[in-house]
């Protein structure tokens, strides 16, 4: 089982990035997207049903984040959009075999992609 992360980088206040995270070996019941900002612990930021049924949002970013995902070829994205100096973090993708989003036991972690936010 692989997660590959990417799509992070330095954006302006206001600004949009895309992460994406390619998935193989396995299909999974759910998936998410945690982030740890600068000298903090990590977060849950938001996680969806493999099929998109459900989903779930931190208050903070919710109406500027979409958690999606593409049948095609097991990529699942965050679309961030209105970005603040805020949501500067290492973002990681992780999925799961069942729903619980909120839980801390996400057996499956890509690796980390910088998101960085300037004023």
């Known amino acids: 089982v692989q997660l590959q992360a990417s799509g992070g980088g330095l954006v302006q206040a206001g600004g949009s990035l895309r992460l994406s995270c390619v998935a193989s070996g396995r299909t999974f019941g759910a998936y998410a997207w945690f982030r740890q900002p600068p000298g903090k612990e990590r977060e849950f930021v938001a996680a969806s049903t493999w099929r998109g049924e459900k989903k779930d949002y931190i208050d903070s970013v919710k109406g500027r984040f979409t958690i999606s995902r593409d049948n095609r070829d097991n990529t699942m994205y965050l679309r961030m959009n209105n970005l603040n100096v805020e949501d500067t973090a290492v973002y990681y993708c992780?999925?799961?075999?069942?729903?619980?989003?909120?839980?801390?036991?996400?057996?499956?972690w890509g690796q980390g992609t910088q998101v960085t936010v300037s004023s």
């Open positions: 992780a999925a799961r075999a069942a729903w619980a989003p909120r839980s801390n036991s996400w057996p499956w």
